[in-house]
C-alpha cells in the first residue's frame, strides 16, 4: 500500500514527542491536523505555526493501516555553533 506523505526516517527517541507518540521508523505521516502533509517543509511549517507545547493530530499510516495520534509538539534542540579560534 503506498500512502503520500512525510516518512518518518532513524532512530525515534523514545522520550521525544514523537517517541512519546508511538511513531516509528517507517511510517508515513499524511496529514497534521487535517491537513495533507506532502512533504518534509510543509509538514516542518506547520509544526512551527503552531510551536512547542501545541498539541496536534497526525494522521500515520503504518503499513496498510492508518491511524490518528495525538502528540505535543516538543522544542527543537539548539544547533550548535561551530567553534572557531582566535587568531
Given at each position: 500500500v503506498f500512502h503520500q506523505g512525510v516518512l518518518?526516517?532513524?532512530?525515534?527517541?523514545?522520550?521525544?514527542?514523537?517517541?512519546k507518540a508511538g511513531l516509528v521508523a517507517g511510517?508515513?505521516?499524511v496529514a497534521l491536523d487535517?491537513?495533507?502533509?506532502?512533504?518534509?517543509?510543509?509538514?516542518?511549517n506547520e509544526i512551527a505555526?503552531?510551536?512547542?507545547?501545541?498539541?496536534?493530530?497526525?494522521?500515520?499510516a503504518r503499513g496498510k493501516r492508518t491511524e490518528k495520534v495525538d502528540v505535543t509538539l516538543g522544542e527543537l534542540p539548539a544547533?550548535?555553533?561551530?567553534i572557531r579560534r582566535a587568531p
Open positions: 518518518v526516517e532513524g532512530d525515534i527517541a523514545a522520550t521525544s514527542p514523537a517517541g511510517d508515513v505521516i487535517g491537513v495533507p502533509m506532502r512533504d518534509a517543509g510543509k509538514l516542518r505555526l503552531r510551536g512547542a507545547g501545541a498539541k496536534v493530530e497526525l494522521e500515520v544547533q550548535r555553533q561551530p
